[in-house]
């Protein structure tokens, strides 16, 4: 139901008028000739003194100044704006008080001629204009610098209209992808789809989302990972394989964390954690290149440069020098947690030792690593996917990539013990009969899968929407998410 306040009324009445003249206010449709900026370009190129052909435009009328018996307006579409120029001698008097049932807002289209005014704009002189779609809302107040956080990211269609930085930034992303995808096919990856509904939610230690499938009367998970459908595909045969794809983690919402955000995940065999590492360095530049122009973008203000190669620091190493704890010295959770206590950390009780150590890094290390880096060497703990690293046992083959204080990329050696990760699984239902929700689930298809054989392989996760916010200097991941998820507004 439209709320019939002033503004909306005023508008109403408008849209009764043009249907009283027999005016389809929502006509099926309209053929243009040009965008605005391809009319701007072809009125570029002409020979001088020539005579601009007939063209067709279209847009939302977002500047109206009339002046009596003439009136300059902007129309905006998806290439940019263009002024238009309405005057009654030329539109003939019944049409041009016609265009007063014209609001901002509006979609028309106008077939005219473009000239060059005497301030050197390049305008379309309106011989016939048609009203394509009546807006019954007005833009917001102010509507050219909306500045609104909470209008911005609900009314999403509102902050594209009102800031074109917020339009380009999406378009980026877009090309970001397309990219990410480019470079992916050209390795000679596969790209698949697996499925969003899973019996099982596994790959990652995180709580599902459930939902009820009442045609098998059983409860499935929203994914929250690729890897496992993506290793069964290994099994199967495709060496190099990828899925660009939404993933969903019941988890909380933060400037870093969208309940719903997708991920590039890929699996390559006869590769290792290394190899990787290289690609991953490659992939990012490689794109930052293609999509900006440079490998240099800014991080708040600071400049940082992601062309190859990155510094590899371990966990511990990089732990160690940011928050003075070894964690290799505290080898069980409870002499962890009170070393972290005693050293002003809040800790929550139920965490295990894997999850004290990955606070010590989200809170310690995670802020400062504004340049590429690549922390290499996790505990077991935190990577039951991930093949152990000869020689420490306590260790296993896993990196993740951060670059403007966040973390962009997470990457394992992968395992295909399947002895091996049926004990890991089993050592984390003991985890979460303990009270951790946020642990891996034992997946029985997958570990029969991989009881059939897979190959030696490197994995990697690339967050889209993180790589987003690097690319475009995005201190929040609604930034650069079209509709994030947001609390329930009263």
């Known amino acids: 139901m439209i709320e019939t306040d002033e503004l909306v009324q005023h508008r109403l009445n408008k849209l009764a008028r043009l249907r009283e003249l027999d005016i389809d206010p929502y006509p099926a449709h309209f053929h243009r000739t040009h965008s605005a900026a391809a009319a701007i370009q072809q009125y570029e190129t002409l020979p001088a003194g020539t005579e601009s052909p007939e063209i067709v435009v279209a847009g939302r009328l977002v500047a109206n100044r009339p002046m009596g018996k003439a009136t300059f307006a902007h129309i905006l579409d998806g290439s940019g704006r263009l002024q238009i120029f309405l005057k009654r001698d030329v539109l003939g008097e019944m049409a041009y008080d016609l265009y007063?049932?014209?609001?901002?807002?509006?979609?028309?289209?106008?077939?005219?001629?473009?000239?060059?005014?005497?301030?050197?704009?390049?305008t379309l002189e309106v011989?016939?204009?048609?009203?394509?779609?009546?807006?019954?809302?007005?833009?917001?107040?102010?509507?050219?610098?909306?500045?609104?956080?909470?209008?911005?990211?609900?009314?999403?269609?509102?902050?594209?209209?009102?800031?074109?930085?917020?339009?380009?930034?999406?378009?980026?992303?877009?090309?970001?992808?397309?990219?990410?995808?480019?470079?992916?096919?050209?390795?000679?990856?596969?790209?698949?789809?697996?499925?969003?509904?899973?019996?099982?939610?596994?790959?990652?230690?995180?709580?599902?989302?459930?939902?009820?499938?009442?045609?098998?009367?059983?409860?499935?998970?929203?994914?929250?990972?690729?890897?496992?459908?993506?290793?069964?595909?290994?099994?199967?045969?495709?060496?190099?394989?990828?899925?660009?794809?939404?993933?969903?983690?019941?988890?909380?919402?933060?400037?870093?964390?969208?309940?719903?955000?997708?991920?590039?995940?890929?699996?390559?065999?006869?590769?290792?954690?290394y190899d990787v590492m290289k690609m991953v360095e490659e992939l990012v530049s490689t794109v930052a290149l293609e999509t900006l122009g440079t490998t240099s973008v800014m991080s708040g203000t600071e400049t940082i440069e992601l062309s190859p190669p990155w510094p590899r620091i371990s966990l511990r190493q990089a732990i160690l020098e940011h928050s003075g704890i070894d964690f290799q010295q505290f080898p069980d959770a409870v002499s962890l947690r009170d070393e972290m206590v005693a050293r002003g950390y809040r800790v929550d009780p139920r965490m295990g030792r894997g999850k004290l150590i990955d606070e010590l890094l989200s809170v310690a290390v995670e802020p400062k690593l504004i340049q590429p880096t690549f922390l290499i060497d996790y505990p077991i703990e935190l990577s039951p996917l991930a093949k152990k690293k000869p020689g420490d046992p306590a260790l296993v083959e896993r990196f993740e990539a951060f670059?403007?204080?966040?973390?962009?990329?997470?990457?394992?050696?992968?395992?295909?013990?399947?002895?091996?990760?049926?004990?890991?699984?089993?050592?984390?239902?003991?985890?979460?009969?303990?009270?951790?929700?946020?642990?891996?689930?034992?997946?029985?298809?997958?570990?029969?899968?991989?009881?059939?054989?897979?190959?030696?392989?490197?994995?990697?996760?690339?967050?889209?929407?993180?790589?987003?916010?690097?690319?475009?200097?995005?201190?929040?991941?609604?930034?650069?998410i079209l509709f994030p998820q947001l609390r329930t507004r009263e």
């Open 127 to 273: 011989h016939e204009f048609v009203m394509l779609a009546k807006a019954l809302r007005p833009l917001p107040e102010k509507w050219h610098g909306l500045v609104d956080v909470e209008k911005r990211y609900r009314q999403r269609y509102l902050d594209l209209i009102a800031n074109p930085d917020v339009k380009q930034a999406f378009i980026l992303r877009s090309k970001m992808v397309a990219n990410v995808r480019r470079f992916m096919d050209e390795r000679g990856f596969v790209e698949v789809e697996t499925p969003v509904l899973q019996a099982h939610a596994g790959g990652a230690m995180a709580r599902p989302f459930v939902t009820h499938y009442h045609a098998l009367d059983r409860d499935f998970y929203l994914r929250i990972a690729l890897e496992l459908a993506l290793k069964r595909v290994l099994v199967g045969g495709i060496d190099k394989v990828y899925e660009i794809g939404r993933l969903f983690r019941n988890e909380g919402i933060s400037t870093k964390h969208n309940p719903e955000f997708t991920m590039m995940e890929s699996y390559e065999a006869y590769a290792d954690y």
């Open 403 to 480: 670059a403007g204080g966040i973390e962009i990329a997470n990457a394992f050696t992968e395992l295909n013990d399947p002895m091996d990760q049926r004990e890991r699984f089993r050592q984390q239902s003991l985890l979460r009969m303990a009270g951790d929700e946020e642990t891996e689930l034992l997946d029985e298809d997958f570990l029969i899968a991989l009881e059939h054989g897979m190959p030696p392989a490197g994995g990697l996760g690339i967050g889209i929407d993180r790589l987003a916010m690097v690319l475009t200097n995005s201190q929040s991941i609604r930034e650069v």
């Open 100 to 122: 007063k049932q014209c609001d901002l807002g509006d979609f028309i289209g106008a077939r005219g001629r473009l000239f060059r005014t005497r301030t050197g704009e390049i």
